[in-house]
């Protein structure tokens, strides 16, 4: 059994990159303590501490033990069983999949109900921007 390399701080920064958010608007996020240099710096660490993970959690939507174990092999194997890679010949997929109707459907419904949350995110993201500058 191998041991599994979690780097929590790699992992934040991915699924901060992944929503589209910004180091400094999530130092705003965190409060006047954070600013984009110290999230940087967090973003190198292996370990976080278990409060600040619990705050970057709510911040980005995501599960604490989405940080907490998600490692980078894992990641690549879901990343390639979701996009199928199939091997290429002379640029001719010699093992393409056929989804049924109902698949494409759900991946779409997915594609879409992900695309709808990254805007609200960047909904409230311009309005907590403007209420910033208002100050």
Do not use: C
């Amino acid at each position: 059994m191998q041991n599994k390399k979690i780097h929590q701080g790699r992992n934040i920064k991915r699924f901060r990159e992944m929503l589209g958010i910004k180091q400094e608007a999530l130092a705003f996020d965190l409060g006047e303590d954070w600013n984009q240099k110290k999230i940087s710096l967090l973003e190198q660490k292996e370990i976080i501490e278990e409060d600040i993970l619990e705050k970057i959690s709510q911040i980005l939507q995501i599960p604490v033990e989405a940080i907490e174990n998600m490692d980078e092999e894992q990641a690549v194997n879901i990343i390639a069983n979701t996009f199928n890679n199939s091997p290429l010949l002379n640029g001719t997929n010699v093992n393409s999949t056929i989804y049924p109707l109902d698949k494409l459907i759900q991946l779409h419904e997915e594609k879409i109900a992900l695309y709808e949350r990254m805007l609200k995110e960047k909904d409230e993201m311009m309005a907590r921007l403007e209420q910033l500058i208002q100050k």
